[in-house]
Nanobody, 115 residues
């Protein structure tokens, strides 16, 4: 069974930075494309950043130039470096396979951008 454990969220002021981490177990992590998903209050969960098994990345327009996704296959971990955070980045962040997530989701990590 796949386990996904996200961490690193918190309360940050606009313009601030956070680094999220997701440790994956129970799957062939190194050969899986992974992504970070965001669920903003009252909205559906959306894929904001993805990374292939070889390290190619893609981003939704709203986070391009501000977010960086990376992975460490030796640690079965995927990261999301977020900078220049905006109010609209607030939400619960999850990692999962991308672009087709598995049916297993972690608890997510809350990111709140507020002054």
């Amino acid at each position: 069974q796949v386990q996904l454990v996200e961490s690193g969220g918190g309360l940050v002021q606009p313009g601030g930075s956070l680094r999220l981490s997701c440790v994956v177990s129970g799957s062939d992590f190194s050969i899986s494309a992974m992504g970070w998903y965001r669920q903003a209050p009252g909205k559906q969960r959306e894929l904001v950043a993805g990374i292939s098994s070889s390290g190619s990345t893609n981003y939704v327009d709203s986070v391009k130039g501000r977010f960086t996704i990376s992975r460490d296959n030796a640690k079965n971990t995927v990261y999301l470096q977020m900078k220049s955070l905006k109010f609209e980045d607030t939400g619960v962040y999850y990692c999962n396979r991308a672009p087709n997530p598995s049916g297993y989701w972690g608890q997510g990590t809350q990111v709140t951008v507020s002054s």
